[in-house]
């Protein structure tokens, strides 16, 4: 048994992970003494099994050792596997530095440095002064490099609140002007329709007499340029006002019975000989005197 310990706390020696302090003493592994009131009693710590490193020939003696080196040995073994996988990620890391270090080492070498560890210092060095003084070191990379950048003028903040003191007197000058020139351009249109609504003929006739029930449309209409002067704007209106639309069809109707009729009376002979005959009528016509005929 002896052996075995002796070997054991070589190989933890040899890796650095042996403490004389740490390791269980020999009067704590005496059995026929007992343990101190604040740990455990060695019969209540459970057998473990050999650590994985363990070689064969030790791994059967590992079970006849006290609860408390196998303790310590399995926390070892932990210690052990987690201290190796933590160089391995910064082993990992170390391998990405210098393979970027490699895709870049001629142009790092021209510039003078030779080690990884210089140029990280010389990258880190530069980020340090871009969040300092971001302007002038710049200006020195620009000069580095043979790129001749205009210098960085500070800020004023006086001539900026002025500057944008006065976009914003500009801003409002230009919404008044806009608004004044709006209600002059409505003004004028206003009082060229009240004088096309009053226009009469040599009787004193309004010669527009819908103007009234369609004004709201021909305003609209050169507002929004649908129509370039006042007669094609009321020309327009009154086909778009349903109201007017259904009494200009319904007058038109009217009218055409009515020519119809006199050309029917005018047809006849004074001794009851009958004229030529009338003309063959359109079928626009035929509907137009069948919806007279009918509305009669």
């Not at 055409?256 to 009528?281: I, M, S, V, W």
Request: charged letters at 25%; aromatic letters at 8%; hydrophobic letters at 40%.
């Amino acid at each position: 048994m002896s052996k075995l310990k002796e070997e054991i706390e070589r190989r933890l020696k040899e890796s650095g992970m042996f403490d004389d302090n740490t390791a269980p003493t020999e009067d704590a592994l005496k059995p026929d003494e007992e343990a101190p009131q604040d740990a455990a009693p060695a019969s209540e710590i459970n057998a473990l099994q050999a650590p994985q490193s363990f070689d064969a020939k030790f791994a059967a003696d590992f079970a006849n050792l006290s609860p408390e080196w196998q303790h310590f040995l399995c926390t070892h073994e932990d210690q052990v596997i987690q201290t190796l996988a933590s160089c391995a990620d910064q082993l990992k890391q170390y391998a990405e530095l210098e393979q970027m270090y490699r895709a870049h080492c001629a142009d790092i070498h021209s510039e003078g440095k030779q080690k990884l560890v210089q140029w990280l210092a010389a990258v880190a060095e530069i980020d340090t002064r871009l969040h300092k003084n971001p302007a002038e070191t710049l200006q020195a990379l620009g000069w580095c490099y043979g790129v001749h950048m205009q210098p960085v003028q500070p800020t004023d903040n006086n001539l900026t609140k002025e500057v944008v003191g006065r976009l914003c007197e500009l801003e409002r000058s230009y919404h008044s002007l806009k608004d004044f020139m709006q209600h002059q351009q409505e003004q004028r249109l206003t009082d060229v329709m009240q004088m096309f609504g009053h226009q009469t003929d040599a009787k004193g006739t309004l010669l527009h007499p819908y103007f009234e029930a369609v004004k709201a449309q021909v305003f609209e209409l050169l507002q929004t340029g649908a129509a370039s002067n006042v007669d094609e704007a009321y020309d327009k209106a009154l086909w778009l006002n349903p109201d007017v639309r259904a009494e200009l069809i319904k007058q038109k109707i009217s009218a055409q019975a009515l020519e119809a009729q006199r050309a029917k009376d005018a047809a006849f002979a004074p001794h009851g000989k009958t004229q030529a005959p009338q003309k063959k009528l359109t079928l626009r016509e035929e509907i137009e005197k069948n919806i007279a005929a009918y509305a009669e």
